[in-house]
């Protein structure tokens, strides 16, 4: 990891994004703790993966600031941004492993690509990184010989194959049964701190969440609706975050999807 006196490894600073003329983020600004899980939640559709992907620098903002250890993505040339790139592991929902290769070979897959080393030592690496996933044992097994939870864990090998200062995640345990969800939580954990990585979660599952971040930034309406510990943001008093947290079905956000009074609807029906 990299020496820096920067606090928090990313730093989002009035960031301002649309998809053509809609805009998603406005004015957007938080920190990502150096070394820290940080959680990314909010309503369905509230840009958190879009928050994702412009810090991986795949889309730009059109306004704002998006620093990387102090220095912008969003002005970076080309060459700049593959070298940021290479900072970062990104881990998306179904890890999509190379299926015609085993497990070995996806892990050893950005070490061949992005580094010059002997294959003697990319074999240590990999199943060193498989190792830290609990996984060295299965190395010989194709994707379609192993669990849906083990895949994601050789995509997390694969994702930090490269020793990225920070990891991405988007809906790690979207799919997975109780007991992958606590290994997969627990993994996220346990990585950051023995790896000394910082990670960036974007999850649905508040209890999960909860249990492994540090830090949570809550988003909603395009900017940040609160953040804080977990602790702090399971006694807010704030009626949208207290519906978030306490997954409540009504509240700031309606059960209902905008309709006419039901008396009304009914009535035309028997009209
Ligand atoms: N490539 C795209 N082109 C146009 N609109 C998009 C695109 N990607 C996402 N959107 C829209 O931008 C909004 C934010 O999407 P995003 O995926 O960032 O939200 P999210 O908070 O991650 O949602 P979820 O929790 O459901 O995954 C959504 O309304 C989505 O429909």
């Not at 881990?91 to 070490?111: C, I, K, R, Y």
């Not at 960036?200 to 969440?209: A, I, L, Y």
Request: charged share 20%; no cysteine.
């Amino acid at each position: 990891m990299s020496i820096s006196t920067h606090t928090a490894l990313v730093e989002l600073k009035d960031l301002t994004f649309g998809y053509g003329d809609r805009v998603i983020l406005k004015n957007l600004s938080f920190n990502v703790p150096r070394g820290k899980v940080t959680a990314l939640m909010g309503v369905s559709g509230g840009g958190k993966t879009t928050v994702l992907r412009l810090i991986g620098g795949q889309i730009r903002a059109s306004q704002g600031q998006l620093l990387l250890d102090g220095e912008d993505i969003t002005t970076m040339r080309q060459t700049e941004l593959y070298a940021a790139r290479r900072r970062m592991g990104m881990l998306f929902q179904f890890g999509a492993l190379f299926t015609d290769m085993s497990v070995f070979d996806n892990v050893a897959f950005p070490l061949r690509e992005h580094t010059g080393l002997s294959e003697d030592l990319i074999r240590d690496i990999v199943l060193m990184k498989l190792d830290a996933v609990g996984l060295r044992g299965a190395r010989d097994l194709r994707p379609s010989e192993i669990s849906g939870g083990m895949s994601r864990r050789v995509a997390l090998a694969r994702a930090i194959a490269l020793d990225p200062d920070l990891i991405m995640y988007d809906e790690p345990f979207a799919g997975l049964d109780p007991i992958s969800l606590g290994t997969a939580a627990r993994l996220i954990r346990r990585l950051n701190d023995s790896l000394g990585i910082t990670s960036v979660v974007v999850s649905h599952d508040v209890t999960e969440t909860f249990e492994i971040a540090d830090h949570v930034v809550i988003l909603a309406n395009g900017g940040v609706a609160a953040q804080g510990t977990p602790a702090e943001l399971r006694v807010s008093a704030d009626p949208l975050i207290h519906q978030f947290v306490h997954a409540l079905s009504d509240g700031p956000v309606p059960f209902h999807y905008p309709a006419p009074l039901a008396a009304q609807d009914y009535d035309r029906r028997t009209a």
